[in-house]
């Protein structure tokens, strides 16, 4: 499952405890969750996206294809 930064948007490793880009504190847990299309994120922006969304609610970015 891809990680994102919350803050920057920026792309994590499994593991990171800190973004690499910005420092910001990356949310404890994802390591093991499941890949479920409610762990959707905006690569522009980092953002939280729902399961049915095309595009970004924060940003306007078009999201990528869910599946």
Known sequence: MAR???DCGEPAEVGDRFCYY???ALPEGDEH????????????CGEP???DD?????CGEAL???G
């Open 4 to 6: 994102y930064c919350l």
């Open 33 to 44: 969750a499941d890949s479920t299309e409610q762990d959707r994120y905006c690569l522009d």
């Open 49 to 51: 996206a729902e399961r």
């Open 22 to 24: 910005c420092g910001e």
């Open 64 to 66: 990528p294809e869910s």
């Open 54 to 58: 095309r595009f970004c609610y924060y």
